[in-house]
């Protein structure tokens, strides 16, 4: 199956202090990667949609200069969290939808734990 | 309305019994239809991918579409500790439409 690589899996920073989280597909191309946020025995909360050349699609309610998106490749998105603060400590998961196979299977990537202090 | 609802469980069963996890939603124009499985602090792994109606099997596990009254299901047989996670169905539109999430259903194989 389709690897979606995820790095840190674990960061803890200080109140203030900005945090970039990366997302890679291994073994394909992903036209779009999506990003989420999970909240302790909550389902996933889609934050935004990233797509590959151009400026990322935030859902309602998310702060677009707060949680910065770069999809600068078609293997590569990137989440900064900027002046991070206690209440943005969650647990992040991007994913990708692979180019080449079609628009609705989704890989995820293993997810990322944010604690700011 | 949630377009698509699920029982957050806990679902709680012993080793070896046939687990059926069910989800309903709403919007009759979803065409796709898929279960993932997640562990505690782990990404969500795709278990199942269902086109329209009908029914897929893969090993263990079967998962259920009925379009005629908007169910889902995913039937885990001979389920193992090794099944408890936190179980997605998740359904959407094709044509670059958003796949919509279910709650996800806590699952415990008791040994």
């Given at each position: 199956g389709a690897v979606v690589s995820q790095h840190p899996s674990r960061v803890i920073c200080k109140s203030g202090t900005s945090v970039k989280i990366e997302c890679r597909s291994l073994d394909f191309q992903a036209t779009t990667m999506f990003w989420y946020r999970q909240f302790p025995k909550k389902s996933l909360m889609l934050m935004a949609t990233s797509n590959e050349g151009s400026k990322a699609t935030y859902e309602q309610g998310v702060e677009k200069d707060k949680f910065l998106i770069n999809?600068?490749?078609?293997?590569l998105s990137t989440l900064t969290v900027t002046s991070?603060?206690?209440?943005?400590?969650s647990f992040y998961i991007c994913s990708a939808e692979p180019r080449d196979r079609g628009s609705e299977k989704l890989f995820f990537g293993s997810g990322t734990q944010l604690s700011v202090l | 309305q949630k377009e698509v609802e699920q029982d957050p469980g806990p679902l709680s069963v012993p080793e070896g019994a046939i687990v059926s996890l069910n989800c309903t939603y709403s919007?009759?124009?979803?065409q796709y239809f898929m279960w993932y499985r997640q562990y505690s602090r782990k990404g969500p792994e795709l278990l199942m991918y269902t086109y329209s109606s009908g029914n897929k099997e893969d090993g263990r596990f079967t998962a259920q579409v009925d379009k005629s009254s908007k169910y889902i299901s995913l039937f885990i047989r001979?389920?193992?500790?090794?099944?408890?996670a936190t179980y997605l169905c998740a359904a959407g539109e094709t044509g670059g439409f958003k796949t919509i999430f279910g709650a996800g259903t806590r699952l415990f194989v008791k040994a």
């Open positions: 999809h600068a490749s078609l293997t991070a603060h206690p209440e943005d400590s | 919007n009759s124009a979803f001979d389920s193992q500790p090794s099944d408890s």
